[in-house]
C-alpha cells in the first residue's frame, strides 16, 4: 500500500470522526476542505430541490426499479429504462411482463417521449447514449428457457434493434460471451467498452464470475478484455458503471472495492478515487465534473458512509458538493438513494432508484432541481 492511500485511509477515518478535522486538511488527493466527504456534512448541495416519483409511466403500469440513466447528446432529453415492474431481481422480469422498458423523457415535463424495448430484455442494468442519440443497453440476466439475457443491445433513437453483442441466455467467460454485463459505453472512434461481471463484489461469487472491462470494435468485433475479480488495481469486484471525461480516460465504478478506477481506452491502469464511497452510477458532465452516485453503503458493507450523490473534479481525489438521500429505517444515518445518475446541460440531476432505494424514493427516477446559476 503507497503511502498516499495509507494516508488518504487515515484521513477518511478521522474525517469520519471530525468535520473539523476534514475541514481543515487541504491538497490534492485529500477531502474537500468544505466538508466530510463521508457524511456529506458540511458541503453544498447543487441541487437541493428534490421531485420525488418523477416521469411518466402508461396507464396501468407500475414502476419496477432501474439502474441506468442518460442524457441524450443531441437534445439534452432524458434516456433510463425500469424493470417491466418487477420491484427487485427475482420473480417477475421484462421476459415475463413484456411491456415497454426503454424511456425518453422530457428534461423539463417528464413527459414520455419515446418508448420501446419489449421483447428483447430480461432484466436491463446499464444504458447509454451514444453521439448519433442511438440507445445501447445491457441485460444482465437471463430468462428460464435460456433465450434472453448477458448481452449488450444497441437500438436507435426510435427502437430499432440495430445490434447485439454476446450470446443469448447464455453466461461465459469467453470473448464472445458475458456473464451478467453492468453497463456499456462508446467512446469517440465509436470502441464499445463493457463492465462485465455483478457477483464479483460478494464474499463467496459464484463460480464462472467475472470482473473485466471488455472492447469491441464500433462494428462489435471483440478486440481486447482486462481485468478478473480481486482488489488489485486492474481487478474488480463488480464493475458496475463506465463514464469517459473530456481526455478520453475510462472511469470504473468498482463498487465492490469502494473505488473508482482509471484506464486509457487500451486497458493500462493509470489511477484511482477513494472519496466517492461504495459507488453504483457515474457520470462525467462536459466541464469535467465527476458525479459518483452510492447506494450501497450500508451498516454491514460499508459502515458510515452515507449513500448520496459525491460531486467533484475528475483530476482530483476531492468531493465538493453532495446530494443527501432518502431517509432509511435500517440504515440509520446512511439513508438510501439511487443506482444510475444522469446530469442535464441546467445541472439539474437524475438519479434512477435500484431495488435498495425505490420504496423510499417513491418511484423508479427522481429529479434534483439545480440552483439557478
Not at 193 to 206: E, I, K, L, R, T
Not at 282 to 306: G, K, R
Not at 343 to 351: P, Q, R
Request: glycine letters at 14%; charged letters at 20%.
Amino acid at each position: 500500500m503507497t503511502p498516499r492511500r495509507i494516508g488518504l485511509l487515515a484521513l477518511a477515518a478521522l474525517c469520519a470522526a471530525s468535520t473539523a478535522a476534514c475541514a481543515a486538511s487541504s491538497g490534492a488527493g485529500a477531502p474537500s476542505a468544505l466538508g466530510n466527504p463521508i457524511s456529506g456534512e458540511g458541503l453544498p448541495n447543487p441541487a437541493p430541490e428534490v421531485v420525488a416519483n418523477w416521469g411518466a409511466l402508461p396507464a396501468g403500469r407500475r414502476w419496477g426499479t432501474s439502474a441506468g440513466i442518460d442524457i441524450d447528446p443531441i437534445d439534452g432529453h432524458v434516456w433510463a429504462y425500469e424493470r417491466c415492474g418487477a420491484a427487485g431481481f427475482g420473480g417477475e422480469n421484462c421476459d415475463t411482463n413484456q411491456v415497454d422498458p426503454i424511456f425518453k423523457f422530457d428534461r423539463n415535463t417528464g413527459e414520455v417521449l419515446a418508448n420501446f424495448g419489449a421483447g428483447v430484455m430480461v432484466t436491463p442494468h446499464g444504458i447509454h447514449v451514444d453521439a448519433e442519440g442511438n440507445v445501447w443497453v445491457t441485460d444482465f440476466a437471463a430468462n428460464a428457457d435460456g433465450t434472453k439475457g448477458h448481452q449488450v443491445h444497441k437500438f436507435s433513437p426510435t427502437g430499432e434493434l440495430l445490434m447485439s453483442l454476446g450470446a443469448a441466455g447464455q453466461a461465459g467467460s469467453a470473448p464472445g460471451q458475458f456473464n451478467q454485463p453492468n453497463d456499456v459505453i462508446t467512446a469517440e472512434d465509436g470502441s464499445i467498452f463493457v463492465a462485465d461481471g455483478h457477483s464479483g463484489q460478494n464474499a463467496d461469487p459464484p463460480e464462472g464470475s467475472t470482473g473485466r472491462i471488455m472492447k469491441f470494435a464500433p462494428d462489435g468485433t471483440f478486440l481486447m478484455e482486462w481485468g478478473r475479480i480481486g482488489p488489485r488495481h486492474g481487478e474488480f469486484r463488480t464493475p458496475h458503471a463506465l463514464a469517459f471525461d473530456s481526455a478520453g480516460r475510462l472511469f470504473v465504478a468498482d463498487r465492490g472495492n469502494h473505488r473508482i478506477e482509471i484506464f486509457d481506452q487500451d486497458g493500462n491502469y493509470l489511477e484511482s478515487r477513494y472519496m466517492f464511497g461504495r459507488i453504483s452510477g457515474l457520470f462525467i458532465t462536459e466541464d469535467d465534473m465527476l458525479y459518483a452516485i452510492d447506494s450501497e453503503s450500508s451498516p454491514t458493507n460499508h459502515p458510515n458512509w452515507v449513500n448520496g450523490v459525491r460531486i467533484g473534479p475528475v483530476d482530483e481525489d476531492r468531493v465538493t458538493a453532495f446530494i443527501p438521500p432518502f431517509e432509511r429505517d435500517d440504515r440509520i444515518y446512511q439513508g438510501a438513494a439511487g443506482e444510475g445518475v444522469a446530469v442535464d446541460a441546467d445541472g439539474n440531476v437524475y438519479a434512477a432508484e435500484g431495488p435498495n432505494s425505490m420504496r423510499y424514493a417513491g418511484g423508479a427516477f427522481t429529479k434534483y432541481v439545480a440552483v439557478e446559476r
